[in-house]
């Protein structure tokens, strides 16, 4: 599976946007895949809930809503090693309380260079959610510009 997704990431090199997700059930080897990748290409993987988490507290609770994209962007730019950057843990960009959409900030990453991201949700006919519905964190989303990439 490492070579599939080695490839893939040379396969996407030369598209508009250049977003991979890594879709699988919990536990389906998505983390595990992603290290395996980064060991590969002589690179870390951000833990986005790690980073950006700590790059929050040091904003004030009533504008965290209005820094956590440019702090996200700041992240990616950091982290990028040769066009490429890889993201785990991501569910962080999802508390309502960022008012983020996190597909979204991934497309523009992708713009600029290749993006690897383990999604924490699921990816059913076509559809990519994130949480139950009803859930407050609930969300859908297509799949146009970017490239799923099943783990299990």
Do not use: C
Request: aromatic share 6%; net charge neutral; no cysteine.
């Amino acid at each position: 599976m490492i070579e599939a997704l080695n490839q893939r990431v040379e396969d996407v090199a030369t598209l508009n946007s250049k977003l991979i997700l890594l879709v699988g059930a919990p536990r389906s080897g998505k983390t595990e895949l992603l290290k395996a990748l980064a060991e590969r290409r002589q690179l870390g993987v951000v833990n986005v809930g790690a980073v950006l988490g700590q790059m929050l507290l040091e904003v004030p609770s009533g504008r965290r809503h209005a820094e956590a994209g440019d702090l996200f962007k700041d992240v990616a730019t950091a982290h990028a090693v040769d066009g490429l950057i890889l993201f785990d843990n991501i569910e962080l960009m999802f508390d309502r309380s960022l008012k983020l959409n996190p597909l979204d900030l991934l497309k523009r990453q992708a713009h600029v260079r290749r993006v690897v991201a383990a999604w924490p949700g699921d990816l059913t006919a076509g559809r990519l959610t994130y949480a139950a519905m009803g859930h407050p964190e609930y969300q859908d989303y297509g799949v146009d510009g970017l490239v799923p990439f099943k783990t299990k």
